[in-house]
């Protein structure tokens, strides 16, 4: 596949992800809910990882470039979306402020990491270069991946699953159902594309999973906020 051909699908999903992250700080804006203000920040953050990606494939990879796309796409984002899904969740409010006090924390120290690790400049030849290629021996940058997303994506999951089982059963929620396992599902394309494409450098795998991921996502979320259609009334 041409280097076009692997940075359409990038540049696609960055579109998407912006699409998404516009209409859910209009949200936010309106209503000042704040699982809508931790969603806003985690699609922005995908649309601008996404693009450095789409930039790196068809250009050739620059740090800056990479370290947007590793701090964004592959540090902070899921961390975020999980931050969302507990202010959606949690009965105790000032729990998940606290929460969202560590996570803003965790990012500064992410993004001092990323931005003061010194690239191995050979290791950004590749069209999709793994962390720890591009990342000096010896710094963490790579690990905070590790640390950072995998759990967050592991409770996100949970955290969707268990809400649509809450709900089943019940058809005034049915499109809220639906939407919330819509979003389950694109999470997990987004975790599957990046764990098996770029750990094992199947970079189509990765480029098309992207925007498969953030549009089935995107999908899941206008469900989830359509309304359900009356339930009749018993005889």
Request: net charge positive; charged share 10%.
């Amino acid at each position: 596949m041409s280097t076009w051909g692997l940075g359409v699908f990038p540049l696609l999903a960055s579109v998407v992800a912006a699409a998404f992250g516009w209409m859910l700080l209009a949200r936010y804006l309106a209503k000042r809910r704040p699982a809508e203000a931790a969603w806003t920040v985690a699609m922005f953050m995908f649309a601008v990882a996404s693009f450095a990606m789409f930039l790196g494939v068809v250009w050739g990879w620059t740090p800056t470039e990479y370290r947007l796309y590793w701090l964004f796409g592959a540090i902070l984002n899921v961390p975020y979306l999980f931050l969302g899904e507990a202010y959606l969740l949690a009965k105790r409010r000032n729990v998940v402020n606290v929460l969202a006090v560590v996570v803003v924390l965790a990012s500064v120290y992410a993004a001092v990491v990323v931005f003061r690790a010194p690239i191995a400049t050979d290791g950004l030849d590749a069209h999709l270069p793994l962390g720890k290629d591009a990342f000096a021996p010896g710094s963490n940058a790579y690990r905070l991946a590790q640390l950072y997303a995998f759990p967050a994506y592991f409770l996100l999951l949970f955290g969707l699953v268990w809400s649509s089982w809450q709900m089943r059963g019940r058809p005034e929620l049915r499109n809220r159902t639906v939407g919330t396992l819509g979003i389950a599902v694109g999470a997990t394309i987004v975790a599957i594309a990046s764990g098996v494409g770029a750990g094992y450098d199947i970079v189509p795998l990765f480029s098309v999973g992207l925007a498969a991921g953030v549009s089935v996502m995107f999908w899941g979320f206008l469900q989830a906020v359509k309304p359900s259609p009356p339930v009749a009334a018993e005889a």
